[in-house]
């Protein structure tokens, strides 16, 4: 979970896949993860962290930074609020870029996660800054409702109605 720097000392970060989009455009400020408490409690209030858009092990590139707004919490996902959470989430966006999630629209989607009762930890954040990397990727993005066959990960993408 720790990046290393050159000095041995890890750096933390998130990685955001299929969401990192909305990060970038500033249009999620919430995520919701299933962590062990010991790595949890490396993240606290306050604190600036890395954002990559997969992994950085498996290639991904750091497209910025984030602040969080608080430490991780524990929440159950059947308390997960329409549209608040939908939007903090990053669905609104990838709904208005007509991107799917797990094949689904993401509204769908939303309603089932809801729906599972999952106990996961919610990290609150802002948008920092970004990376060159990111500033190219909000670039292209700048004008656009929908995106191009392709996103961030190189996946083909599949819009609603087209």
Request: charged content about 25%; aromatic content about 10%.
């Amino acid at each position: 979970w720790d990046a290393p720097r050159a000095s041995g000392v890890g750096i933390m970060w998130i990685s955001f896949a299929h969401t990192t989009d909305a990060v970038i455009m500033d249009r999620k400020t919430k995520t919701r993860r299933d962590w062990v408490i010991s790595h949890v409690k490396k993240f606290r209030a306050d604190q600036v962290v890395d954002f990559w858009n997969k992994n950085p092990r498996n290639g991904g590139l750091k497209m910025g930074s984030i602040t969080l707004a608080k430490a991780p919490y524990l929440e159950n996902t059947r308390h997960l609020a329409y549209p608040e959470d939908y939007e903090a989430e990053g669905f609104a966006f990838m709904e208005e870029c007509g991107i799917q999630m797990a094949g689904m629209p993401p509204l769908i989607f939303f309603q089932r996660w809801k729906a599972e009762k999952v106990l996961l930890y919610v990290v609150e954040f802002r948008l920092h800054l970004l990376t060159e990397a990111g500033s190219r990727r909000k670039s292209e993005l700048q004008g656009t409702v929908s995106h191009d066959q392709v996103d961030l990960l190189g996946n083909e993408v599949k819009h609603e109605g087209k």
